[in-house]
């Protein structure tokens, strides 16, 4: 695989953790130096390793992980998108709490996120393995353009944010509940 191919999978594997970046971002009131990196690791580390473990689980779990992906993204995406959309509900009756309800940079929530935006790329290492690619440059590259993505997600979702109040909180909940259906339906139409 070359160069430019890796980096073209980087950046297509990076769009729902990017995705979920601006949610982040468009959800937060305050965002700190520590919250970007925080979230660009995470979703970076994931990405990244993601596609090594399906490497090294090999062709032969291809159909379990290709029959369940699916259902874990949609779940764990939704369940994150509706906690958003409730609490902005709340704050909706209660505006000076605007976001202080949920710490969407806490850790509990970016490990939750991280795994649902990457089982795509557990998918991919099993891929990589049926043509023999350079895993760990692969691997890299993906963690990489991920960190760099989230990083500016997150502060594209902060302007919005800021721009929009409550309303923005509402639709990036809707966003993560899109991106999971999204995923799910990608991988139920193959």
């Known amino acids: 695989m070359d160069i430019l191919t890796q980096i073209l999978l980087s950046f297509c594997l990076a769009t729902d953790a ?17 919250n970007v990196i925080t979230t660009a690791l995470t979703f970076g580390l994931f990405q990244g390793i993601m596609p090594i ?4 689980l090999g062709n032969g779990l291809t159909g379990i992980i290709s029959k369940f992906q699916h259902f874990v993204a949609l779940f764990l995406l939704s369940a994150i998108g509706l906690n958003m959309i409730v609490d902005a509900v709340k704050e909706n009756k209660n505006p ?9 940079f ?9 795994i649902a935006t990457s089982i795509d790329a557990l998918a991919v290492g099993i891929s990589l393995l049926a043509i023999d690619a350079n895993i760990t440059a692969t691997s890299i590259i993906i963690g990489s353009i991920t ?23 509402f639709g990036g909940g809707i966003l993560l509940i899109l991106v999971g259906i999204k995923i799910f339906a990608e991988c139920t139409a193959l």
């Open 147 to 169: 960190f760099v993505c989230c990083a500016f997600g997150v502060y594209i979702g902060r302007k919005f944010g800021v721009l929009l109040g409550i309303r923005a909180k």
């Open 18 to 34: 990017f995705a979920v970046s601006i949610s982040n971002g468009i959800c937060s009131i305050k965002i700190t130096r520590k």
């Open 106 to 114: 806490s850790a509990k929530n970016l490990i939750l996120q991280g």
């Open 53 to 56: 473990i399906g490497y090294l």
């Open 96 to 104: 000076e709490g605007l976001c202080n309800s949920t710490n969407v």
